[in-house]
């Protein structure tokens, strides 16, 4: 099997140097991930020959990612096996059906890793079960079993003396824990491998040179050091270079964690406790802020915290307490609690989870679990707080964009209300100009009929804006005058048969004239125009239309006409009171007018006197003009 390569994918230092310091031993070309973004990215582009995938990884766990290489056609043959401290039952189901071929358990057995090794690249490729759903947990992290070589020295291989297996090689004595070397290795440097972020591929070739144990006489050639490439610096181990003397001392040195700006609130009430996790938290970079009991903590937590780690058992106010009223601050809803405690219960970790926490680790903490959790939960309130200043930018530009859309609103509907007023100032000139041979009376008679008319539209319950619509469309009923001879229009009564037709026809007419209009103001108008000389009865004109035949526009001007043209002082001279002309309306009630109307125009009486007020003399006229003014309305 020498010449294969094989990807490990492992988030843990440790563990991924004894993982391809074994693999090396054994003559396999090895790449290295330290999370699972990552050796998707290095499984796509090098196509090794067996995957080794840690199910526990921060972020995409390895269930997650070995299906994703088993669903894409180009990576579903890889070899994957599934490598973690997890060996029940559940969890190795849960391996085979992502296409795991099987798992390898942790803490790393060195004397039959490199067997393990050799007989899974003997067998075939799997893929995924059809169809079987996992379920991931929610936590981001699971506690790693402690490595089998300690941190401190991870190039030598504690207790007794391990049997490496080197096929076809025989196997290869490592050093127990003496300084002086066993194996003396050539290091022949290989071509260069593509470089790929958090991934470094073994550029050396280990060829063994067999000498007989305790052989140390012999003098040694100086050693050879060969730099690996490059690497990213934002992967979180970094090879070291290779020592030529005694056993190689081929590292994966944690790098120098970077600081960061998040602030962390540790609640405990013992002092030992505090300086322990404030410890470990400066190690990941992290600055933290102590408080000795709930009290403290609540007078301290404010937004500037990013995660608070609270004890779970404290005199006075325990954890749970703490984190639920922690959580009645609105401020404070998305901010994460992560419990601490040596508790272990179920029933505890639920009533914590009830309170509000939103994790849970035990003591004594390890380092790697909180360093996990904490990254895990910092980089979930960074999304939220992401979240947050996006809501309020967005929200900020909705409400600058809705006042600038609101001002032009309000400069379009200013625009609009000019444009309507000169429209209506237009068509009240226009009024003006066929009423404008009786004077100066002219601009009150058609203020009054317009106003008399909506008074009467309101009485007869139409709506607000037809009344509206009447008050400036009534105003030209007469419009058809301006076709008529002004020596016609000034006889009066006086006129001949011939003349009192062509009179007659100006209702005709300013109908024509306002035909055709595309506003409802016009088209309401030349309704208006045409009726309002018809009469309930039937005895009007142009058409002789009778009861409601004649439109309700024509009958409401007709009955306003009447009125004004009763009580106006016309001509040089005073027309009828206002009860003389309440009798000349009740006389034609159901002849010459719509009862309706009249009815519903008594019943707006004051606000008839109001309009007359405002726009008309209300000196009473002289004691002799009722008789011409009966025949002129009979006109």
């Not at 099997?1 to 994918?9: D, N």
């Not at 506690?143 to 080197?166: K, L």
């Not at 309170?355 to 309130?381: C, Q, Y």
């Not at 016009?522 to 018809?534: M, N, P, S, Y």
Request: glycine share 6%.
């Amino acid at each position: 099997m020498s010449g294969k390569r094989i990807l490990v994918i492992e988030d843990n230092p440790v563990n991924m140097e004894l993982a391809t310091d074994l693999l090396d031993t054994a003559g396999y070309g090895t790449l290295g991930a330290d999370n699972a973004e990552d050796g998707i990215r290095v499984a796509r582009a090098e196509m090794p020959d067996l995957i080794l995938m840690d199910i526990a990884l921060p972020g995409m766990d390895g269930l997650t990612a070995t299906g994703i290489l088993k669903s894409d056609p180009q990576t579903r043959h890889l070899r994957i096996v599934a490598l973690t401290a997890h060996a029940m039952k559940g969890d190795e189901e849960k391996a085979i059906a992502m296409g795991c071929m099987g798992y390898i358990t942790k803490p790393i057995n060195t004397r039959s890793f490199a067997r393990l090794v050799s007989e899974f690249l003997a067998m075939p490729a799997t893929a995924p079960v059809e169809a079987t759903p996992i379920l991931v947990e929610s936590v981001p992290a699971v506690i790693e079993a402690a490595p089998a070589v300690a941190e401190s020295t991870p190039a030598i291989i504690e207790s007794a003396p391990a049997v490496v297996e080197s096929a076809p090689a025989a196997p290869i004595p490592v050093a127990a824990a003496e300084p002086q070397p066993s194996i003396a290795l050539e290091m022949v440097a290989a071509e260069p491998v593509a470089e790929h972020p958090a991934v470094v591929e073994r550029p050396i070739i280990a060829t063994p040179a067999f000498v007989e144990e305790r052989e140390f006489a012999r003098p040694t050639p100086p050693p050879v050091i060969v730099e690996a490439p490059k690497t990213d610096t934002a992967s979180p181990f970094a090879p070291v270079p290779r020592r030529g003397k005694g056993r190689r001392q081929r590292e994966f040195a944690p790098l120098v964690p970077e600081v960061s700006t998040a602030r962390i609130l540790v609640v405990d009430d013992d002092e030992l406790n505090r300086e322990m996790i404030t410890a470990q938290l400066k190690t990941l970079g992290y600055d933290s802020v102590v408080a000795e009991d709930g009290f403290q903590a609540l007078d301290l937590a404010d937004e500037s915290f990013d995660l608070v780690l609270l004890d779970y058992m404290m005199p006075g106010m325990d954890g749970c307490d703490t984190v639920k009223l922690l959580r009645e601050e609105k401020k404070l809803l998305d901010l994460p609690v992560i419990m601490v405690t040596a508790l272990s219960g179920r029933e505890d970790q639920l009533r914590a989870i009830e309170m509000g926490a939103n994790d849970w680790i035990t003591k004594p903490v390890d380092r790697n679990e909180l360093s996990v959790r904490v990254k895990s939960h910092l980089k979930f309130k960074a999304t939220q707080d992401a979240l947050k200043r996006h809501q309020r930018d967005l929200e900020s530009a909705v409400r600058s964009r809705t006042a600038e859309l609101r001002r032009a609103l309000e400069q379009v509907t200013m625009e609009q209300e000019r444009t309507r007023e000169a429209y209506l100032d237009t068509v009240s000139r226009l009024a003006l100009a066929a009423e404008f041979r009786d004077g100066f009376m002219a601009a009150a008679h058609i203020r009054c009929i317009g106003n008399y008319c909506a008074a009467i539209a309101r009485a007869v319950d139409l709506p607000e804006t037809t009344a509206e619509l009447l008050l400036h469309a009534s105003q030209i009923h007469d419009i058809g005058l301006l076709s008529v001879p002004d020596d016609i229009i000034r006889k009066g009564d006086r006129r001949t048969p011939e003349e009192e037709s062509i009179y007659r026809e100006h209702t005709a007419l300013g109908a024509r004239l306002l035909s055709g209009a595309r506003s409802d103001m016009l088209r309401a108008g030349e309704v208006i125009a045409l009726t309002h000389h018809e009469k309930w009865d039937g005895s009007g004109y142009p058409h002789g239309r009778e009861g409601e035949n004649i439109p309700l526009f024509g009958r409401i001007c007709a009955v306003a006409d009447t009125f004004d043209t009763i009580t106006a002082y016309n001509g040089g001279e005073w027309q009828a009171s206002n009860e003389e002309a309440r009798e000349v309306l009740m006389a034609g009630r159901g002849k010459d007018f719509d009862p309706q109307v009249i009815d519903a125009f008594f019943r707006s009486w004051d606000e008839i006197l109001t309009i007359q007020r405002r726009f008309r003399r209300t000196e009473a006229p002289p004691a002799d003009v009722l008789p011409r003014v009966l025949s002129r309305a009979a006109v």
